[in-house]
């Protein structure tokens, strides 16, 4: 099904100045409709919203955009830089509905018309390995905390503090993304941050020597906002309606999937040594990556990925089997994908690249990405022939031949003689390549977010910020 069109807007100080009051909104799905746009107000980070290769991705992107699908309407997706800008929006009735991964909380809910919950998520203390860990609020005393200003996390360490932790103090940082709290831990500006826990499940990747300290309170609901005007009508009305169904049918759960899902087999040192070489090694070689990707149409992330999971990025590397480069090509391969020199970077890349793409097209026309990728890189580790029996064994035991979740919980029984003796191929190192796989998936996507924050629009300047030095503060006569 197609997805509706969307257009994207960017809210800036100046432009929301020159808004006019439009009134409490107050749609009905027929107005929604007639209008033409659902309104979304969002924020830019790894689980809510970001601008990918083909275009508008995120959890609460995807969400909204099925919603709109439904209405059969266009996606107006606004972009606001702090959850300040956000409740504002609503309120300016500018926005139909906030998606932002926002927690439920009372004083949300006395100026906001909140939908059901569709998710839960819970409020975690976040410190640097290595540092003191503290273990429950009273140990935060004296150690800098950061938030997001006017978080539900503010809202609970002011709880906490009337609660008698009067000695609570902490850093409110007006941005959007916890990426900014996470920063601050990693780079030593603050000791803690408190971030919810999709958030940080997501972005540990980035920040591999970060680590949960503790859970600041019970797990929290996470619901859209609408604004206080659309309480008892049929828009809220619609929107509860269409998640309950979604979180029936088990949609939501799919959507989450794409975002949420992480290998846990990975370790945190794991993360950390590819962080490392994307830092120390991946510019030396980034450009012909991406120059190879766009040649043969594939994501430079995921190139980069598989070069890396191959050879570490190492042009010169050879294994005990006579692999050898980056894409660790073997003789007969090279000669197939016409690579005369296996050691030569660009050469290597481009054999790797085309093989993987050869693989994909030979996987049947039904099995649809991003499952058609991951089943391509197993081919790629472990051959065809294995990758057709782990189908087939899939299908006998009741699993589904098209997806890798099934494909990968079958493959590591082809190392299993009750198994792999009823299959064509036979033995096969099953597990090995799903730690292939799952790897390149990790890989891939910390690439993809760390060139989603890259790209991410710098929040609007004030006013007081573009003045010169020697005019702040100069008050001038009106003529």
């Known amino acids: 099904m197609a997805r509706p069109r969307t257009r994207l807007r960017f809210l800036t100080l100046f432009a929301a100045a020159l808004l006019t009051a439009c009134g409490q909104s107050n749609?009905?799905?027929?107005?929604?409709?007639?209008?033409?746009?659902?309104?979304?107000i969002t924020r830019n980070s790894p689980t809510t919203y970001y601008l990918g290769r083909g275009g508008p991705r995120g959890f609460e992107y995807d969400l909204a955009a099925m919603l709109a699908e439904e209405l059969g309407v266009e996606l107006l997706v606004s972009q606001a830089f702090s959850i300040e800008e956000i409740f504002a929006a609503l309120e300016r009735g500018e926005a139909d509905i906030a998606g932002a991964g926002l927690t439920l909380t009372d004083t949300r809910s006395t100026r906001f018309a909140a939908s059901v919950p569709y998710a839960t998520q819970m409020p975690q203390v976040i410190y640097k390995v290595g540092r003191k860990k503290p273990r429950k609020p009273e140990d935060l005393k004296n150690m800098s905390l950061a938030v997001l200003k006017d978080s539900s996390h503010e809202e609970l360490l002011e709880r906490l503090r009337d609660e008698g932790l009067d000695w609570l103090r902490w850093d409110s940082i007006d941005a959007s993304d916890t990426a900014a709290l996470l920063a601050r831990v990693n780079e030593d500006k603050s000791d803690l941050a408190v971030v919810d826990s999709r958030d940080f499940f997501i972005q540990q990747n980035l920040v591999p020597r970060l680590e949960v300290a503790f859970s600041l309170d019970e797990e929290k609901d996470v619901v859209w906002y609408l604004p206080r005007s659309a309480k008892n009508t049929p828009l809220l009305a619609i929107v509860n309606d269409?998640?309950?169904?979604?979180?029936?049918?088990?949609?939501?759960?799919?959507?989450?999937?794409?975002?949420?899902?992480?290998?846990?087999a990975i370790s945190r040192v794991d993360s950390q040594t590819f962080v490392g070489k994307v830092r120390k090694d991946l510019s030396?070689?980034?450009?012909?990556?991406?120059?190879?990707?766009?040649?043969?149409?594939?994501?430079?992330?995921?190139?980069a990925a598989i070069s890396y999971q191959e050879s570490h990025w190492d042009p010169e590397a050879t294994s005990r089997t006579g692999v050898r480069g980056m894409m660790m090509l073997t003789l007969a391969t090279a000669k197939e994908m016409d690579v005369d020199d296996r050691t030569d970077p660009a050469g290597s890349l481009r054999g790797g690249a085309r093989y993987f793409k050869k693989l994909r097209r030979r996987l049947p026309e039904d099995i649809l990405e991003p499952d058609r990728s991951?089943?391509?890189?197993?081919?790629?580790?472990?051959?065809m022939g294995h990758l057709e029996d782990a189908r087939v064994l899939t299908e006998r035991r009741g699993?589904?031949?098209?997806?890798?979740?099934?494909i990968m919980d079958t493959l590591p029984l082809l190392e299993e003689p009750q198994h792999y003796r009823t299959l064509r191929y036979g033995y096969a190192r099953g597990l090995e390549a799903v730690r292939y796989v799952q790897n390149i998936r990790h890989y891939y996507n910390i690439l993809r977010w760390q060139t989603a924050r890259a790209q991410r629009p710098e929040a609007p300047r004030s006013v007081e910020e573009l003045v010169p030095d020697e005019l702040r503060g100069l008050k001038l006569r009106a003529l």
Do not use: C, M
Not at 27 to 40: P, V
Not at 242 to 251: A, V
């Open 374 to 383: 991951w089943l391509a890189l197993a081919a790629y580790n472990i051959g």
């Open 284 to 303: 030396r070689y980034q450009q012909l990556i991406e120059i190879v990707a766009q040649e043969q149409k594939i994501p430079w992330e995921l190139l």
């Open 399 to 406: 699993g589904d031949p098209h997806f890798w979740e099934d």
């Open 27 to 40: 749609d009905t799905r027929e107005a929604i409709q007639e209008r033409g746009e659902l309104r979304l």
């Open 242 to 264: 269409f998640l309950e169904r979604h979180q029936s049918d088990g949609s939501i759960d799919a959507i989450g999937a794409r975002y949420f899902d992480r290998d846990e």
